[in-house]
């Protein structure tokens, strides 16, 4: 609703199209606007922003399936950015190489996809923009907070590497207890939910998310 001032009327706030949320959607709308391809795509160059989308046939991702079939890809699975690795380190601008920095962190996914022993990595696609570093986490953050993937939101861990040193003692991400398989969290301590708790999480998680 629009604010109003002392004499009840509505004031109308312009609208900036420079405005950066605005910005970001229009970055979020040229991802989305991507063709499809799989998981991992072919080596390229580039840094920017992606979406994994999921056409399995695992019990708790049905709804997900359902509305991603027949080509339709609606509504990701998780949703990442891959920054040039001069922007990690505090410069951006034209002058950052981003290198592979975009393909390196979807070939690091289909890794993490093909060692877990519950899902198959041919069920998975990606859509991927390349963008000046300065828009990547605005862009990001924009599919997020308007799809709320569920490896974001609710299972996490999936983006995550391995600790260093002596984290025996951390517990296991919520992803790596779902779907076990990647060796460097198989030491780690139990999660707190069983994986049937998870399991029915996700179910009532997506049935909200996607009505």
């Not at 959607?25 to 989305?32: K, W």
């Not at 995550?160 to 990647?182: Q, Y």
Request: glycine share 8%.
């Amino acid at each position: 609703m629009a604010p109003r001032n002392n004499n009840k009327v509505p004031i109308l706030t312009p609208y900036n199209p420079l405005d950066k949320r605005h910005l970001g959607e229009q970055v979020a709308e040229a991802l989305l606007e991507q063709d499809v391809q799989p998981l991992p795509p072919s080596r390229f160059i580039g840094a920017g922003v992606y979406a994994l989308y999921y056409i399995g046939d695992f019990p708790a991702y049905a709804a997900l399936t359902e509305v991603n079939k027949d080509d339709q890809y609606l509504c990701p699975i998780y949703v990442g950015k891959a920054v040039p690795e001069g922007a990690r380190k505090g410069g951006q601008g034209e002058d950052v190489d981003p290198g592979t920095a975009l393909y390196k962190r979807l070939n690091d996914h289909a890794k993490s996809i093909e060692a877990a022993t519950n899902l198959n990595l041919a069920d998975f696609r990606c859509r991927f923009l390349a963008v000046d570093d300065i828009w990547i986490p605005l862009a990001e953050s924009m599919v997020i907070e308007r799809f709320k993937p569920v490896w974001n939101c609710l299972l996490e861990g999936f983006g995550n590497h391995a600790p260093g040193r002596g984290r025996s003692s951390m517990m296991t991400p919520s992803w790596d207890w779902f779907h076990p398989g990647r060796a460097w969290a198989a030491n780690l301590q139990p999660f707190t939910k069983s994986k049937e708790q998870l399991d029915a999480e996700i179910r009532k998680y997506l049935s909200n998310t996607l009505l």
